[in-house]
Every structure is written in structure tokens, then in C-alpha cells.
């Protein structure tokens, strides 16, 4: 059975940190691309950051700088660091993993609230 499960998400003040965690099971993970996706209230979920199994990166340039995605392979475990945090990064977070055309997992997500 496939399971994707992230944590780590809460409420922080802006300009602080936070760290999600997306472990997984039941899926080759080192053959997957693992992504972080966000969804704020009445908007289209979108990508955050993705790592591909050479661990090369891509980032949404509004969190450029500021977050940081990394991979486990030996715990399977997606990670994403988010620093400076700021109010318009309140959102929930979904971990995403691909592999090839067949093979696209969802995690249930986890809440992020940036405020004072």
C-alpha cells in the first residue's frame, strides 16, 4: 500500500522557519520525483518546489532563496525547509510523488500558518 504522510506544518510567526517531512512507503522512492504543492484558501493548488532523483532542484521563484528541498533515499523521506516565512506562504502543503506515466501519489496534506 502506498502512503505518503506529511508533517511538521503549524502556525509560526512571519519570518520564522518550518520544517515538513513527507515519508513514504510502498513506492521505489529514489525512482521518484518528489514534489511540495500548496493550496491557499480559493486558489489552484500549485508547485512549490519539486527534487528529481538525482537530487537536482526547481523552485517556485516566489520561494526562491527562501525554502529548501532535500531527499532522504535510505528513510525515503521527502523534505522541505521553509525560512523567512511569510504571511502569503499560509497554505496547505501536499507532498507529490511521480514516476513515470502510471505511478502519481498524494499526501493528505498539512496546515501552514504564517502570522502574528
Known amino acids: 500500500q502506498v502512503k505518503l504522510v506529511e508533517s511538521g506544518g503549524g502556525l509560526v510567526q512571519p519570518g520564522g522557519s518550518l520544517r515538513l517531512s513527507c515519508a513514504t512507503s510502498g513506492i521505489m522512492f529514489r525512482h521518484f520525483i518528489m514534489g511540495w504543492y500548496r493550496q491557499a484558501a480559493g486558489q489552484q493548488r500549485e508547485l512549490v518546489a519539486q527534487?528529481?532523483?538525482?537530487?537536482?532542484?526547481k523552485y517556485l521563484d516566489y520561494v526562491k532563496g527562501r525554502f529548501t528541498m532535500s531527499r532522504d533515499n535510505v528513510e525515503s523521506t521527502a523534505y522541505l525547509q521553509m525560512n523567512s516565512l511569510q504571511p502569503e506562504d499560509t497554505a496547505v502543503y501536499y507532498c507529490?510523488?511521480?514516476?513515470?506515466?502510471?505511478?502519481?501519489?498524494w499526501g493528505q496534506g498539512t496546515q501552514v500558518t504564517v502570522s502574528s
Open positions: 507529490n510523488g511521480v514516476a513515470g506515466n502510471t505511478h502519481n501519489y
Open positions: 527534487i528529481f532523483s538525482d537530487s537536482s532542484t
